[in-house]
């Protein structure tokens, strides 16, 4: 007798947990479609610093390269790992500290007088950087910058975002 | 005793009328498969090629002692050292990877481990391995990377229904920190195509009618600590995650190179999205999402400083600040009938 109770009580209890939540693979509810793509981008700072980093010797420099930037070594790479191309495009979060007024990024290579340039009026504006990065794509980037009395701070962050658009 | 068994009969009947109205499992019916137009509603790819992934006959492999691939600029060591802490690699993974590319496999939930946390998994792998763990450059610092797999399912379901949804979430390949992220799930005012064109507009009640959730348990160490915090950024329905890192250049007290560690087991996390759809919900299509947001101050300033766990230091990094994508990481959309 106890134990046709007990199972009373298990097949109530599977009864109203059943009940509670289905997958998107049960009788009613059915995945109809899936887009099997993965977009998945990985950002490297091959001077082994922690990010781009700018260290100035006084209030003004001209075409200034990121700390420990040289000739084989690019300031900062982007990696496509997932398996559609995509479209590389970036822009700064937020005004520059007074006084810089200039950042060039090259793309796959170290001459700053090919590069593309920011100003300080539209530094927040997104420029494209890479038009179509391949699935399995990387590219480097080389960057300088430029300032005029700006003020000796022990350090100024601003983030340079990266959006990547399938193509 | 007679009446006993009579109800006994009945509340069989009714436990087995509710298992076979909810359970999980799949029929014998073929599932839609991909590049078939039998059920999409929508042009999600736009144009934009999304390729697959190698698939191929496996043998045996003698350094791993089960069915990877061999990779023939690997060392055994780094076999070893990349590969080690993965299940065991099944004889029979690219048909089943395959399957689940093709759309023919859609219950995630199903699906080993054994399958989908290895590299292998993901359509990239075979071509980001060169550039990534063969040819890796060690001055490299690779802090941010992460993504989702697939991008965009398309469910169709009943109203007063609760579903959950799940995706691959990962770290990308080489990735060296212990990236903290906020996973936002969301209702967008559009749903986007993979080129970051409005495939149509939210209905304008789906908030009275829709909610999303991610279901996955919080991160333990996060949790010890968020009551303290004087400000957070995660809302109540985000999920605070670390996700893994892939690479790791191993170094002894005299900071000398050492050795190289890859994957962990947990670098992929199986996302738990639940999506509750209300009673008398209105027929139509709803869209739902998942964003990555990066965590603030107050979260990072706790786990750069505590030193009781491994993602202290450096090996920490607040990811989703940086790399921003034109199109929600994840998307679900829903046909209501």
Not at chain 1, 76 to 90: F, K, P, R, S, W
Not at chain 2, 1 to 9: R, V
Not at chain 2, 45 to 51: E, K, L, N, Q
Not at chain 2, 321 to 337: A, D, M, T
């Given at each position: 007798?106890?134990?046709i109770?007990?199972?009373?009580v ?8 059943g ?11 059915t ?19 922690g ?20 000739g ?24 520059w ?12 290579d ?8 920011y100003?300080?009026a ?8 890479v ?11 080389w ?5 005029n009395e700006v ?13 990547s658009?399938?193509? | ?9 009945a ?6 009328i ?26 999600y ?11 191929m006959?496996?043998?045996?492999n ?20 990349f ?75 009943p ?9 691959y ?9 212990y ?14 195509d ?9 209905p ?10 991610i ?11 968020k ?8 809302a ?22 050492t ?7 947990d ?37 750069y400083f505590?030193?009781?766990h ?6 920490y990094?607040?990811g989703g ?17």
């Open positions: 007798m106890n134990k109770k007990a199972i009373l298990a097949l109530t209890l599977l009864s109203v947990f009940a509670a939540s289905v997958s998107a693979d049960s009788s009613d509810v995945t109809t479609w899936i887009v099997p793509a993965d977009t998945t981008i990985a950002i490297s700072y091959p001077t082994g610093e990010k781009i980093e700018f260290d100035a010797a006084g209030q003004n420099f001209t075409d200034l390269a990121a700390t420990s930037q040289t084989a070594t690019a300031a900062l790479t982007i990696t496509n790992n997932g398996n559609t191309a995509v479209q590389i495009e970036a822009r700064w979060t937020s005004d500290p007074t006084g810089v007024s200039y950042v060039n990024i090259s793309v796959s170290n001459t700053n007088s090919t590069s593309l340039s100003t300080d539209d530094e927040t504006t997104n420029q494209t950087l038009a179509s990065l391949a699935k399995d794509g990387s590219e480097s980037f960057i300088w910058t430029t300032g003020d000796e701070t022990a350090g100024v962050d601003r983030t340079l975002r990266i959006y658009t399938n193509t | 005793m007679k009446k006993l068994a009579i109800i006994l009969i509340i069989i009947s009714i436990a087995a509710s298992v076979t109205s909810y359970s999980i499992y799949f029929t014998d019916d073929p599932i839609i498969p991909l590049n078939t137009n039998l059920r999409n509603s929508y042009n790819t736009a144009g934009a090629t999304v390729s697959p992934g190698q698939y006959e496996t043998t045996f003698d350094i791993t002692g089960d069915y990877r691939p061999t990779y023939n600029e690997l060392t055994e060591d780094q076999y070893h050292q590969f080690s802490e993965l299940p065991e690699f099944p004889k029979d993974f690219f048909e089943i990877s395959q399957l689940i590319y093709d759309g023919k496999i859609t219950d995630y939930s199903r699906v080993s481990p054994s399958y989908w946390k290895q590299p292998e998994f993901y359509p990239g792998w075979f071509t980001s391995i060169n550039n990534t763990y063969i040819d890796n450059d060690p001055n490299y610092w690779t802090p941010e990377g992460y993504g989702c797999y697939p991008a965009i399912k398309e469910i169709s379901a109203s007063d229904t609760t579903i959950t949804v799940n995706t979430f990962r770290t990308g390949y080489a990735t060296e920190s990236q903290g992220l906020i996973i936002h799930p969301y209702l967008p005012d559009t749903a986007k993979l080129r970051g064109n409005t495939l149509f507009t939210q304008d009640s789906s908030k009275k009618y829709i909610s999303v959730a279901t996955n348990p919080d991160n333990p160490i996060y949790n010890s600590f009551s303290s915090l004087p400000y957070n950024n995660v109540d329905n985000d999920w605070f995650c670390i996700l893994k890192p892939t690479y790791q250049l191993l170094k002894n007290e005299y900071n000398e190179v050795g190289e560690s890859g994957f962990p087991s670098w992929v996390r199986l996302l738990e999205y639940e999506i509750t759809i209300a009673p008398d919900t209105p027929s139509g299509d709803y869209i739902c999402a998942i964003k990555i947001n990066e965590p603030c101050h107050q979260i990072n300033q706790e786990f505590s030193p009781d491994e993602y202290y230091g450096r090996a990094y607040p600040g940086i790399l921003k994508s034109n199109i929600p990481h994840f998307q679900v959309v829903i046909h209501v009938e």
